[in-house]
Nanobody
């Protein structure tokens, strides 16, 4: 069974940093586009960052220069380094792979058809 386990979220003050991790099991991430999405209460999942098969990274406009996505295929893990966190960055962060990531990278807006969301990791930004 293909699944992700996200971790690393928490409570942080505005301007703080967090590093999220996402470990995949049941398959190899190598060869897939992978990405991070987030969901605020009452809203659809929105794409935050992705790493495409060719190594290209893309980001939503509001996180450019603050977030960095990386991947370690040997560890089957995707990371999201989040710096200078802002109140609007709050939400549950999920990782995803494959077609939904590619679709977001080409500008497809939510909602997304994707049946493999994990439990996510909560990011709370508060002073």
């Amino acid at each position: 069974q293909r699944q992700f386990v996200e971790s690393g979220g928490g409570l942080v003050q505005p301007g703080g940093s967090l590093r999220l991790s996402c470990v995949a099991s049941g398959f190899s991430l190598d060869g897939y586009a992978v990405g991070w999405f987030r969901q605020a209460p009452g809203k659809d999942h929105e794409g935050v960052a992705c790493s495409l098969k060719d190594g290209t990274a893309r980001y939503m406009d509001s996180v450019k220069g603050r977030f960095i996505i990386s991947r370690d295929n040997d560890k089957n893990t995707v990371y999201l380094q989040m710096n200078s966190l802002q109140l609007e960055d709050e939400g549950i962060y999920y990782c995803a792979y494959g077609a939904v990531v590619v679709a977001w990278s080409f500008g497809q807006a939510p909602p997304y058809e994707y049946d493999h969301w994990g439990q996510g990791t909560q990011v709370t930004v508060s002073s």
